[in-house]
């Protein structure tokens, strides 16, 4: 299988080289990444400068844009045969409920849903991981069941990993995103040069988190895998959206 890898921690992130050393021998790899850190990148576009690709001593591609600039660069013009799917990750840390809109990560998996397999966005539930070889077992798992029983295409499989042994996951369950409260405060601070500065401040704490969300399957210590689509649309909006706008 030609599976395109990439992430938004950057080339030569830990994550992405255990994606790599657990794949390479069974599958027809081509990595292309971010040349640096672009987390929270969200599925931004470099629009306004030209990209530029170099290549690693490794033969991994890093380019000088986003996580979704690597993945569309990759599909429509650096790679000879189009890939059967798009792998990202492994991440630094877990994408859980509200995570998805912002993540990098997951942008670079969406990028790849209109392939001839979901896309997956793999994240490690922890922002010091040591067990990234866990989560690289869990993709090897992942891929024998697509490969057996096909999902539709534009499906994009949102994984997060407990940072434990593989040996001690207590399975695997399909989950829906939880949802996280507002973000805490932006942080003020003053540069050097006497100017004032801010820091985008944490994340907000779970919200709904309760069973059957992914944050619930961390928290089990199961593999959490989401499914998720790109139609943003409310359906359940629609009829009184339309009555509101036909109102006099």
């Known amino acids: 299988m030609r599976i395109l890898l990439s992430n938004d921690d950057g080339y030569l992130a830990p994550g992405l080289r255990a994606l790599y050393e657990a794949l390479k021998d069974t599958e027809e790899l081509t990595i292309v990444a971010p040349d640096r850190d672009h987390s929270g990148a ?32 990759a599909i429509t013009g650096l790679m000879e045969k189009e890939p059967d799917m798009v792998i990202a990750g492994i991440n630094n840390g877990a994408n859980l409920g509200d995570d998805v809109i912002y993540s990098g990560t997951v942008a670079a998996a969406t990028e790849g849903r209109f392939l001839g397999l979901p896309a997956m966005a793999v994240s490690m539930a922890s922002n010091d991981p040591q067990f990234y070889d866990t989560a690289a077992q869990v993709v090897r798992d992942l891929l024998v069941r697509i490969k057996e029983h096909t999902l539709p295409a534009d499906t994009i499989l949102n994984i997060n990993v407990p940072d434990i042994p593989y040996e001690d996951l207590r399975g695997m369950q399909a989950t829906r995103l939880g949802k996280r409260h507002k973000s805490e405060s932006v942080i003020r601070q003053q540069s050097p040069y006497g100017q004032e500065i801010f820091w985008v401040g944490p994340a907000g704490q779970e919200q709904d988190a309760g069973p059957g969300t992914d944050f619930h ?18 359906y359940t909006a629609l009829e009184k959206v339309s009555s509101w706008l036909d109102s006099k």
């Open 217 to 234: 399957a961390i928290k089990k210590h199961y593999v959490s895998v989401s499914p998720l689509e790109i139609d943003l649309t409310r």
């Open 42 to 73: 969200s599925n931004s576009l470099t629009l306004q400068k030209p990209l530029s690709v170099r290549t690693s001593a490794d033969g991994f591609y890093y380019v000088d844009g986003t996580p979704t600039d690597c993945v569309h660069l």
